[in-house]
T-cell receptor, first 112, second 116 residues
């Protein structure tokens, strides 16, 4: 069955550093991959979408890579801020139902 | 843009009660809506996919008669938890997406359901 793996341990970094989160998937060939941010008690918020033919996508301080050979996506936040502290979810997708399969998320803590 | 409103945000009720949760897309037409359930510190579990004007497609293991989904218009989908029991207590979240592939999902802020 399809499996999405994100590091379950929280990532704790100092403000100003670059945060890198990993998403690995197996038994799946997604046409695209999306990243979301979720704050406690709230619904996820869409951040970025990267297609299978794109190696890298950027949006302000965010950067996403997509390696279909390694079956992996990396999510980077540069110049991190305490306000970036949240849980980040990856979600590959691409079949005709438009369904996404969500990873369990990685919690990011940015220390001031 | 792309705002999804979910109501109510919190429900506490007695066992055996049926609870209706509404999900509205406020500024776009949602051809597809999704209903998820999320347990603490776990991922979103897709319960069903709902297309406007047609029956919902339920994921394996989700009881259709327990979780009734109606998607009567392009801006409204409802989830009714029938005869709720304590094990149905959870965080329920809806999302909506527009027409076409590669569309992001826009999420509501969820409903915390507590069955006593």
């Amino acid at each position: 069955s399809q499996k999405i793996e994100q590091n379950s341990e929280a990532l704790n970094i100092q403000e100003g550093k670059t945060a890198t989160l990993t998403c690995n998937y197996t038994n799946y060939s997604p046409a695209y991959l999306q990243w979301y941010r979720q704050d406690p008690g709230r619904g996820p918020v869409f951040l970025l979408l990267i297609r299978e033919n794109e190696k890298e996508k950027r949006k302000e301080r965010l950067k996403v890579t997509f390696d279909t050979t390694l079956k992996q996506s990396l999510f980077h936040i540069t110049a991190s801020q305490p306000a970036d502290s949240a849980t980040y979810l990856c979600a590959p997708g691409g079949d005709s139902s438009y369904k996404l399969i969500f990873g369990s998320g990685t919690r990011l803590l940015v220390r001031p | 843009g792309a705002v999804v409103s979910q109501h109510p945000s919190r429900v506490i009720c007695k066992s055996g009660t049926s609870v209706k949760i509404e999900c509205r897309s406020l500024d776009f037409q949602a051809t597809t809506m999704f209903w998820y359930r999320q347990f603490p510190k776990q991922s979103l579990m897709l319960m069903a996919t709902s297309n406007e004007g047609s029956k919902a497609t339920y994921e394996q293991g989700v009881e259709k008669d327990k979780f009734l989904i109606n998607h009567a218009s392009l801006t409204l989908s409802t989830l009714t938890v029938t005869s709720a029991h304590p094990e149905d207590s959870s965080f329920y979240i809806c999302s909506a997406t527009g027409r076409g592939a590669n569309q992001p999902q826009h999420f509501g802020d969820g409903t915390r359901l507590s069955i006593l």
